[in-house]
Structure formats: C-alpha cells, structure tokens
C-alpha cells in the first residue's frame, strides 16, 4: 500500500479543520450569491416584453411557454414531462406517456 494514499487518514488538528471549514464556508457562501444573482437576472429576462412575430407584445415567459406547449402538441414527451412538472402534477409518467401517445396517434 501507498504511503500517501495513508495520508488523508491521519486526524487532523483543530486549527486545520476551523480553516478548511472556513474556507468551505467561504466558497458556498459565494456559489449561493452568484446562484441568486443568476436567478434574479433570469426572472428580470423572463418578465421583458417582446413583439412577437403577429406584432403583440407579450413576455419572454410567454413566449417560451407557447413554444413548450407547441411542442408537446407535435409529440414531444420531453416537453409534456416539463409542463406536468411545472404545474405539480405527479401522475406516475409511464401511464401519463402512453395516454399522450394515444391521443396524438402517431408513436
């Protein structure tokens, strides 16, 4: 066995564990910020108004949402999944799959 792979076994001090869990700390503290951040500018983009190509204004959530809807229409189960997920429903997918597949016809 290899003398350094020992190494990580040994306990450490108690000034080792205080600093690494500082800087632990330090680094979530800074993940969670710019994860904030990310969410808030997101939320800003989805709320922005936009001319779509019928000349109405409506938001960038909107329009992302006819598009999802458009898709699952045309079968795409990826796109049904996420709508069923966004409002909550939990229906086991399976039997949701298979009745969305019979209705559209063409699987």
Do not use: C
């Not at 910020?33 to 936009?50: C, F, H, I, P, Y």
């Not at 329009?63 to 909550?88: P, R, W």
């Amino acid at each position: 066995m290899n003398e350094n792979s020992l190494k990580n076994l040994k306990p450490i001090t108690k000034q080792t564990a205080r600093a690494l869990g500082r800087k632990g700390g330090l680094a979530s503290g800074k993940a969670r910020a710019e994860k904030k951040s990310l969410k808030e500018s997101l939320e800003l983009l989805l709320t922005m108004q936009r001319t779509n190509e019928n000349g109405e204004t409506e938001s960038t959530q909107d329009a992302i949402l006819k598009v999802l809807i458009e898709q699952a229409l045309n079968g795409n189960i990826q796109a049904f999944k996420e709508i069923k997920e966004t409002l909550g429903q939990k229906e086991p997918f399976k039997y949701i799959e298979e009745e969305f597949k019979n209705q559209i016809g063409f699987f």
